[in-house]
């Protein structure tokens, strides 16, 4: 990898760029950065690289004609190969790790201009820029910061670079999550012991420990990552399952059933709604967070009688509110559609006890959904959850349900509406 950084200020970047393990990979011939002065292109005899800008204004704009002469120049001398001319802008891509690993993977030489004062002149970009990235939503006096964060990530992905592969496989950002928490010497720092589970040498758990982890973290710092994180692989499904059980496991041993709810079962009922409404809203959810569903929802649908308990043994394990009301808000779908012409029961609320959540009773609880859903004579089972929902969604999927778009269900002011439509057609 060849990245040619044109700058005002190259004895700066460069002393920087070649410090440390990027500094020794370049000595090494594995990267090669070479840091270019835009003012040697000048074809003025005061070596001016800005003026004042047309239209009035502060400050001064780099004019196209020196750094269209530089970039010519660099790529005169580094002849044919699959090159890329950056602009580090505060109105470009927002930088990340995919786009670090995009550039290693696509380009054998990177250009990038540094700007600085109030920018550079228009038509420099339209004539010789192939791709606008920014360091984030804020400004900067010049690329100069930017372009070394480009160099330093980029260079890093070259193999031989560190140490071995998996230094940067498994890091932030890698796969969408967060790295899990590192540490080292003393065992004991003020106090504060390093986890059990990295002492005992059992290489598996240090390992499901580390996954799980980076989702506790993932989700408690960034919320919006976690949110966009999809979970295919079978061992973070059973990680996730686990998390949102809160860790602990009940194994069912006894007969898993349900009949309709009574009277008498609200109080379990309420208790089960409200591990479940505390849950989400750890999680940043804004699902349950108002005080829907309460006792006077569940009051109603049990004199309706579409409301069920599930037990294990005697234990209330779990609920759900089956009813066979089409649900109008699903009428105006986006995105997708419903199957039409298929009269529907609606799935409207469905909740496991914390310590049952990983045990299997939530899929049970969906087969006595389906159970219930026959006895309505009812094929087509609709319900929806909200989008960051990620346990929810994958058990639907697990369960057979499909997505099937976007609705906006009824909430208290203040609150998020936007749903995810999931659909399950039974078998005859
Ligand atoms: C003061 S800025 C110019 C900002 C410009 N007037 C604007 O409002 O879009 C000077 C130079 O710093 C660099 N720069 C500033 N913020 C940046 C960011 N967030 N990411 C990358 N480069 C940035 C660009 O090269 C830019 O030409």
Redesign the pocket.
């Known amino acids: 990898m060849r990245i040619d950084i044109l700058t005002l200020f190259p004895d700066t970047v460069s002393a920087v760029l070649h410090e440390s393990i990027i500094g020794r990979a370049a000595a090494k011939g594995l990267v090669e950065i070479n840091c270019v002065q835009i003012r040697d292109y000048t074809d003025n005899k005061q070596n001016q690289v800005d003026d004042y800008p047309y239209g009035g204004g502060f400050?001064c704009v780099?004019m196209a004609q020196p750094l269209k002469a530089c970039v010519d120049a660099v790529k005169a001398a580094s002849g044919d190969c699959r090159r890329r001319v950056i602009?580090?802008?505060?109105?470009?891509q927002t930088?990340t790790q995919e786009t670090a690993r995009r550039l290693k993977r696509d380009y054998d030489q990177l250009i990038l201009?540094?700007?600085?004062?109030?920018?550079?002149d228009e038509r420099f970009i339209e004539a010789c820029v192939d791709e606008?990235?920014?360091?984030?939503?804020?400004?900067?006096?010049?690329?100069?910061?930017?372009?070394m964060a480009v160099a330093d990530s980029v260079c890093r992905l070259v193999p031989g670079v560190l140490a071995d592969e998996q230094c940067y496989v498994g890091e932030s950002h890698w796969d969408g999550l967060l790295e899990y928490p590192q540490y080292t010497r003393p065992e004991v720092w003020e106090g504060r012991a390093v986890p059990e589970v990295l002492l005992a040498g059992d290489h598996e758990r240090v390992e499901r420990w580390r996954r799980e982890q980076q989702f506790l973290r993932t989700r408690d710092k960034r919320p919006d990552l976690y949110e966009k994180f999809a979970v295919s692989a079978e061992a973070d499904k059973k990680i996730l399952r686990k998390l949102e059980s809160g860790g602990e496991h009940v194994r069912l041993t006894l007969p898993v059933d349900y009949r309709p709810a009574v009277e008498m079962d609200l109080p379990a009922i309420l208790a089960i709604i409200a591990e479940a409404r505390e849950d989400l809203q750890r999680q940043h959810i804004d699902q349950w967070q108002g005080s829907y569903p309460g006792e006077g929802n569940f009051r109603v649908d049990l004199e309706r009688g579409e409301c069920f308990v599930v037990y294990h043994g005697e234990e209330i394990a779990g609920v759900f509110t089956l009813t066979t009301r089409e649900e109008a808000s699903y009428d105006a779908i986006t995105d997708g559609k419903w199957t039409p012409n298929l009269p529907y029961c609606t799935l409207l609320i469905m909740a496991v006890a914390r310590r049952y959540r990983g045990s299997g009773l939530a899929q049970q609880l969906m087969k006595c959904v389906e159970r219930q859903a026959r006895e309505y004579s009812l094929r087509c089972i609709r319900t929806d959850t909200h989008k960051k929902n990620k346990a929810s969604q994958a058990l639907l999927r697990e369960c057979g349900f499909r997505y099937r778009g976007n609705v906006l269900v009824r909430v208290r002011e203040g609150h998020d509406p936007a749903r995810q439509g999931y659909e399950k057609i039974l078998k005859k």
């Open positions: 400050g780099m602009y580090l802008s505060p109105q470009g930088y201009v540094c700007g600085h004062y109030e920018g550079v606008e990235l920014s360091l984030g939503d804020f400004v900067l006096t010049g690329g100069e910061i930017a372009a």
